[in-house]
């Protein structure tokens, strides 16, 4: 194997184990495990003392951007074992009061702008669903999961047919913690 052109560094926590298996890494940590893996073959992954290096031998802007893709992957997951993350979301309605129902992998919203049917958004099996009268919360670790959660709900209540500036009714995201940062989005 040649010398790598590119590569790039990230620091693995006291309380987190990394692990390569040919392109999959697997991080562990208090709050539970995730793997993930990468094909693509323009990278090499290598585990130095504390340290996760990711290394290309391609000197093109696409492959160091698969490297700086690799590594935010990677920190996302060592963020979500550690800390874990949250979103959100608000319960919006001028008129007819939305009822929000959670089932095993779905949630059910109920009564949306006075129809008569449900409205289902799918949810992942590794995301916690909870629900207050006005607001709902979605834990889990992936931020992938987490966050395509989210979006499933809030896409479950889009509007159709009328102009989106009068009927405000819907379910949106408010705010995104990741363990104790919060980026509040209102």
Do not use: W
Not at 3 to 20: G, K, M, R
Not at 152 to 178: E, M, S
């Amino acid at each position: 194997m040649s010398e790598a052109v590119y590569n790039q560094t990230i620091e693995i926590p006291s309380e987190c184990q990394v692990s390569l298996e040919d392109k999959t890494i697997t991080v562990t940590g208090p709050k539970g495990t995730l793997k993930r893996s990468f094909p693509e073959p323009q990278t090499a992954f290598e585990i130095k003392e504390n340290e996760l290096v990711v290394s290309t031998q391609i000197s093109r802007k696409r492959a160091r951007a698969l490297v700086g893709t690799v590594i935010a992957h990677v920190r996302n997951m060592l963020i979500g074992v550690q800390m874990g993350y949250e979103y959100e979301m608000k319960i919006v309605y001028s008129h007819f009061p939305i009822t929000v129902d959670v089932q095993e992998t779905s949630v059910i919203i109920k009564n949306f702008i006075g129809e008569r049917g449900v409205r289902k958004a799918r949810i992942f099996d590794d995301v916690k669903v909870r629900t207050t009268e006005d607001e709902i919360f979605i834990n889990g670790i992936d931020i992938e999961h987490v966050s395509q959660s989210a979006a499933n709900i809030q896409q479950a209540c889009k509007i159709r047919d009328k102009d989106r500036r009068v009927f405000l009714d819907g379910i949106y995201v408010i705010k995104k913690t990741k363990g104790d940062v919060v980026k509040s989005i209102v």
